[in-house]
């Protein structure tokens, strides 16, 4: 299994995060966990070659080949497997605050789902698709989506700075229990805020917090393989322990210590190079 990061254009580095291209010759392989964990973010993923599969709550569901997939933020840990033969996978990660400047509808909408892009954005989406059907090229897949994302974001013409502040302050404070301060220092209460997170975010700050706390904690595992958090020096996250275990557990299904004994190749691929 390998990664490939590849260029995001100028016009949607406020937007998008990264750009991957995921490819294996054996797929993803059944002795690897293949557990994703929530990102405070929607993303696009595009099976180019090979069936992806998703396994959540004991129900599996398969994606076809040069389908755009939009997922939003996800507040559960899911598995992904695919065909047992070559499998390649564009995967965009939006910011935070990138997906409501790219779809045309509340993100809470899109929460814990995966809609098809052409349930969104119809005939336009499908001479997307079309344009790259014969093509196992991650550069030109990249870079038609990449121009029918500007256009959309041109189109919408939408931004709160509100809902961008907020959520930049919470990811300063890698997710620490200041988001109150947050709405006191602005001036709106806790509800009104809410309410835009739900529709520009499609979750509640108190959710992007708590993730961004765990992506603290989950990115330095990937990168070297240490989940004892007080090792990491992020203690200060944490109210203490027993909160640690029980976040972890929320998001990857599992303990720690059972988390870090199997194997989960496939999650760690995607924080190596941040």
């Known amino acids: 299994m390998k990664i ?53 709550f004991d129900l599996t569901r398969e994606y076809p080949i040069s389908k755009i997939l939009v997922t939003g933020i996800w507040d559960h840990p899911v598995s992904i497997r695919s065909s047992d033969f070559q499998i390649n996978t564009l995967i965009f990660r939006f910011t935070t605050i990138g997906g409501y400047q790219i779809f045309p509808f509340p993100m809470h909408e899109s929460t814990n789902k995966i809609l098809y892009f052409t349930d969104i954005f119809g005939k336009s989406a499908d001479k997307l698709e079309e344009s790259f059907s014969n093509t196992n090229d991650p550069y030109q897949i990249s870079d038609f989506i990449q121009e029918f994302l500007i256009s959309s974001k041109n189109l919408l013409n939408r931004e709160n700075r509100i809902v961008n502040y907020v959520v930049d302050q919470i990811q300063l404070q890698r997710g620490q229990h200041f988001i109150q301060d947050i709405f006191e220092d602005i001036g709106y209460s806790k509800r009104y805020i809410d309410k835009l997170f739900l529709s520009y975010v499609g979750v509640s700050p108190k959710l992007v917090s708590s993730i961004e706390r765990f992506q603290s904690i989950y990115k330095t595992w990937a990168k070297t393989d240490i989940l004892h958090f007080q090792k990491l020096g992020l203690l200060d996250l944490y109210y203490d322990q027993a909160h640690f275990i029980k976040e972890f557990k929320k998001y990857t299904g599992q303990t720690p210590g059972r988390f870090n004994s199997n194997n989960n190749q496939f999650g760690k691929l995607f924080y190596k190079n941040l």
């Open 4 to 56: 490939l990061s590849l260029k995001i254009r100028p016009e949607l580095a406020q937007i998008i995060e990264s750009i991957w291209w995921f490819e294996s010759g054996v797929g993803i392989p059944s002795s690897d966990s293949s557990i994703v964990v929530p990102h405070s973010s929607a993303k696009l993923i595009v099976p180019v070659r090979g069936k992806l599969k998703t396994e959540e």
